[in-house]
């Protein structure tokens, strides 16, 4: 029986051992030789992990310098397992499988090359769509170490020419920072602090005296030394929050690799990014101070756990919170470090204090409603509604809600107004019609969403029982409206003639003016053709060169366009081919 007992206590042990050492390999990878997906010198214009609008950086932007058409190679032997093409996000995108488990991942991409090219043009015309997303199996398109597969780009959501990069674990598809497959790029830059943020974590904390978040600017020496020039007082559960980023030699401003926060000096928050995961990644909103991000595009990494976050990058004890006791002084380190080790520090104290100063009673916030972020929240209203589901929100919310009339929309507009408060799921919003329209017309109601000049925003819907619902992600302004102006299609004016060469092109311009363009075809002689859509430059390229043999003489284009409430605009224009 000891024996038993003996051989179980190692099983346990080599099991924690073989758990181990798949972690270490996993952050450390040691079974890749990849190359460079580039043939130029790598700059950073962007890196993993670095903070952006939703989500984290889940891969490297390297810059192409400032042009299209670099060559794209592949980082190591393995075979295509995916293609995609987007007007948005990743744009042209190819995704190559490696032996070693890993998944190499190129976007924005201007144009793909052969055999890839020929692939997507005949996918294109099975499903007679520009855009699309395909996956591959293994025997079907293999590619070599160095191979070019494709051209750098600027499609998709891209605001400039650059190739973004990614690696990722092929089982999980979860992204891995490109830094720890040993890509080098010249590094000498230390992390740039800022600003601090205190917060008061419940009730009976204080933050100098009073129940409300302090920011505070921080100082820096000529000798490089960050450092406080305001005395800090508290009382209660507080945590912290540091505004800081870094440039990696570049004039980008990244993101940071790690971040360190100790009291004392024993540990009490860090987190690092090695690793993510795209079904937690959303929870960058929470991660952040979300109002200072939106508000002055300021990035605070907060240093504490509070509220619906499910991020797995952190390492903490007693979820990151100090407890300031009375006339305790403790002694604050924060430490910034980037991948390359280049780090900045910031060190101060704090004195424990529970006096109060005098506050004004119009500063206390009222509710019409709390929301629990952990429960399921109903509000109900005349012609309005609201559901959702546990945990779409980041933390408790003190929900407000009025609605006002303005004769441009078809409801009232319904007034959300909670200002930079971040929301992680949809949920549901029921808004009521104000007035009675033809059947045909409901069909083209939709819900808007409108900014602080009026301007809106297409958040659709459908139309049910006097009510039109739809699913958002935000607070604001919302109301009913419609659309049944049918998109924008116009022969670009230099473009009149009606003459064409055989390899020759025709320039549409194409937009719609809320909906959004749901849908776009075209066919000569009846004949499905592929087109190309420059979404940038709201232009809709048809190529008379995608038409095997095309006669000289009279042909018949047909050109559709349709938007998001089934709007469309269709013409046929007789042209000549030379």
């Given at each position: 029986m000891r024996n038993m007992k003996g051989w179980f206590v190692i099983f346990i042990i080599v099991c924690q051992m073989i758990s181990m050492n798949s972690f270490l390999a996993q952050v450390s990878p040691t079974n890749t030789n990849f190359r460079s997906p580039l043939d130029i010198p790598l700059i950073i214009a962007g890196n993993f992990g670095e903070v952006r609008s939703n989500h984290f950086h889940t891969g490297i932007d390297f810059k192409t310098m400032g042009v299209e058409g670099k060559n794209i190679y592949s980082i190591d032997e393995g075979y295509v397992s995916r293609i995609a093409f987007s007007h948005y996000g990743y744009g042209r995108v190819i995704y190559i499988n490696h032996p070693n488990g890993y998944t190499s991942a190129y976007a924005h991409l201007s144009k793909f090359k052969s055999p890839i090219t020929e692939y997507a043009k005949s996918y294109q015309y099975k499903i007679q769509k520009e855009t699309f997303n395909v996956y591959l199996d293994s025997g079907e398109l293999r590619v070599k170490k160095g191979q070019v597969i494709a051209l750098s780009g600027n499609s998709g959501s891209s605001s400039a020419p650059h190739l973004h990069f990614e690696i990722?674990?092929?089982?999980?598809?979860?992204?891995?920072?490109?830094?720890?497959?040993?890509?080098?790029?010249?590094?000498?830059?230390?992390?740039?602090?800022?600003?601090?943020?205190?917060?008061?974590?419940?009730?009976?904390?204080?933050?100098n005296g009073v129940y409300s978040d302090k920011v505070i600017h921080v100082k820096k020496n000529k000798n490089g030394t960050y450092y406080l020039n305001k005395k800090i007082t508290a009382h209660g559960n507080i945590g912290f929050a540091l505004h800081s980023t870094d440039r990696l030699n570049a004039r980008n401003i990244c993101g940071l690799y790690t971040l360190n926060l100790k009291v004392n000096g024993k540990e009490l928050f860090s987190h690092k990014l090695d690793k993510l995961d795209f079904s937690t990644n959303r929870y960058v909103n929470h991660h952040v101070d979300y109002l200072r991000h939106k508000r002055n595009n300021q990035t605070f990494h907060k240093s504490f756990?509070?509220?619906?976050?499910?991020?797995?990058?952190?390492?903490?004890?007693?979820?990151?919170?100090?407890?300031?006791?009375?006339?305790?002084?403790?002694?604050?380190?924060?430490?910034?470090?980037?991948?390359?080790?280049?780090?900045?520090?910031?060190?101060?104290?704090?004195?424990?204090?529970?006096?109060?100063?005098?506050?004004?009673?119009?500063?206390?916030?009222?509710?019409?409603?709390?929301?629990?972020?952990?429960?399921?929240?109903?509000?109900?209203?005349?012609?309005?509604?609201?559901?959702?589901?546990?945990?779409?929100?980041?933390?408790?919310?003190?929900?407000?809600?009025?609605?006002?009339?303005?004769?441009?929309?078809?409801?009232?507009?319904?007034?959300?107004?909670?200002?930079?408060?971040?929301?992680?799921?949809?949920?549901?919003?029921?808004?009521?019609?104000?007035?009675?329209?033809?059947?045909?017309?409901?069909?083209?109601?939709?819900?808007?969403?409108?900014?602080?000049?009026?301007?809106?925003?297409?958040?659709?819907?459908?139309?049910?029982?006097?009510?039109?619902?739809?699913?958002?992600?935000?607070?604001?302004?919302?109301?009913?409206?419609?659309?049944?102006?049918?998109?924008?299609?116009?022969?670009?004016?230099?473009?009149n003639v009606n003459v064409f060469k055989s390899n020759g092109t025709i320039n549409f311009k194409i937009g719609d003016n809320l909906s959004g363009i749901k849908s776009y075809s075209a066919s000569i002689d009846s004949k499905w053709i592929l087109t190309s859509y420059k979404r940038k430059r709201n232009r809709l390229v048809v190529s008379l060169s995608e038409i095997e043999e095309l006669t000289q003489g009279t042909h018949d284009l047909e050109i559709e366009v349709v938007d998001k409430r089934g709007n469309i605009n269709l013409k046929r224009l007789k042209i000549f081919v030379e």
């Open positions: 990722r674990e092929t089982e999980s598809e979860n992204p891995m920072n490109p830094f720890l497959f040993g890509y080098k790029v010249t590094d000498t830059k230390k992390p740039m602090i800022n600003n601090l943020k205190i917060f008061p974590l419940n009730d009976s904390s204080l933050v756990m509070k509220g619906n976050n499910l991020l797995d990058i952190y390492n903490y004890v007693d979820n990151g919170y100090l407890y300031a006791e009375v006339d305790s002084v403790y002694t604050i380190r924060y430490e910034a470090e980037d991948y390359a080790g280049n780090s900045s520090s910031l060190t101060f104290k704090v004195k424990g204090d529970d006096t109060k100063k005098p506050t004004k009673l119009s500063g206390i916030e009222s509710c019409d409603k709390v929301f629990k972020f952990s429960e399921s929240n109903y509000f109900k209203s005349k012609g309005f509604n609201l559901l959702m589901a546990e945990n779409t929100l980041y933390d408790d919310l003190c929900f407000n809600y009025r609605a006002s009339s303005d004769s441009n929309y078809l409801s009232a507009v319904h007034h959300l107004a909670m200002n930079y408060v971040g929301v992680h799921q949809y949920y549901k919003l029921s808004i009521a019609l104000s007035q009675e329209l033809d059947s045909v017309l409901l069909q083209k109601l939709l819900i808007v969403k409108l900014d602080d000049k009026g301007r809106m925003s297409d958040k659709g819907g459908d139309f049910e029982e006097g009510f039109v619902t739809t699913r958002v992600r935000e607070f604001g302004k919302f109301a009913i409206s419609i659309d049944t102006t049918m998109p924008v299609l116009i022969l670009e004016d230099n473009q």
